[in-house]
């Protein structure tokens, strides 16, 4: 009997393995497989600036020369004096590119709403985060932000106070609402792989004329508002507004707002919805919106209309407001304007990305929120 060498069995069994396809990375979408493909993503971790599509485009302004590498390693909050390795000291203390990381899991506890400068990358990837408390997180206008890998939850309103903030100066702010996330006059802001929930007013705001935003791969759930886009109806400036919301896992118990918008445009694609009580899209003032090739699975009861729209009929005559190759489940439907290539987004080159077909939303959405990431790097 001849006896097959071990290196040659070995090396059949690795060609083997790799012609295998690998089922979780299949299931990645688009922006996932840009870096969780790299076992040593700790090693590279501006490498996920480059991931971002949609309005945001590319974060590479968050990278290159000159960037401070940050660890908080203490959960503590002041919102005067942040000590250094808080989480207020690094998005507050320090000029210029800053990106954060965290020594271990914590929770943080905020005093007052966190104040985040421009090019600030927040990155939770590898530790369990947790931030609640006054506020919670505001960017101010400020540009080129990134929010990644926090759970944000039970955010409380706080009446008019002074923070730290931005290039190390003392900010009166107004009352605040108690959202998890509210951007006001900001630009190029990218939030991606959070778990947001329960907090006092809403999970995210985008307002006051911000935009260029993209919100993916965020799981939102427990929640009555859920996502504003434009501040108010008076607001015009927010006709300029433009977001990407893509990858998004939506529920369960979430009443309304996924997202409601206001004046601007939103493209809402492959996101999972997994049911509302009100609606699940809606608006007013005329705003443009694609959804496309998202997954709605109604309540088992009450409302199965996806869409709400405020205004008198001359008003949503003007409105675009499509749906394109939608998967509606359990009676769900979307009332009136429907049609190939409404409402396009009209991305430039670094912000396009192809919309995967509805039936996918599900697998594509799987690892929305934040990631659990092993201690052999795989995430």
Known sequence: ???????????????????????????????????????????????????????????????????????????????????PGTLRHGVTMIKGKVWITFKRNMHVTLQRPLLISSFTAIDGRGVDVHITGAGCLLVYQATDVIIHGLRIHHCKSQPPSSVMGPDSKVIPLGQMDGDAIRLVTARKVWIDHNTLYECQDGLLDVTRGST??????????????????????????????????????????????????????????????????????????????????????????????????????????????????????????FSKQTG???????????QSFKVAEARSVKELTSSSGVLQCSRTLRC
């Open 340 to 350: 190939l290539g409404g409402a396009k987004p009209y991305y430039n080159q670094e």
């Open 1 to 83: 009997m001849t006896t097959i060498p071990w290196c040659f069995t070995l090396t059949l069994f690795m060609v083997i393995l790799l012609a295998i396809p690998n089922a979780s990375l299949a299931k990645m979408n688009v922006i996932d497989r840009c870096w969780r493909e790299n076992p040593d993503w700790r090693s590279n971790r501006q490498q996920l600036a480059k991931c971002s599509v949609g309005f945001a485009g590319k974060m590479t302004n968050n990278t290159g020369k000159g960037v401070v590498r940050y660890m908080v390693t203490d959960s503590s909050d002041d919102p005067l004096n942040p000590k």
């Open 212 to 333: 260029e935003v993209t919100i993916s791969n965020n799981w939102f759930r427990n929640q009555d508002k859920v996502m504003l886009l434009g501040h108010d109806d008076g607001h015009l400036r927010d006709r300029n507004m433009k977001a990407t919301v893509i990858f998004n896992h939506f529920g369960p118990n979430c009443n309304q707002r996924m997202p409601r918008i206001r004046h601007g445009y939103a493209h809402v694609a492959n996101n999972l919805y997994q049911g509302w009580e009100q609606y699940a899209i809606g608006g007013s003032m005329s705003p443009s919106i694609k959804s496309e090739c998202n997954l709605f699975i109604a309540p088992k009861s009450g409302n199965k209309e996806v869409t709400w729209r405020q205004g008198n009929k001359a008003d949503k005559a003007s409105w675009k407001f499509y749906s394109v190759g939608d998967i509606f489940e359990n009676g769900a439907s």
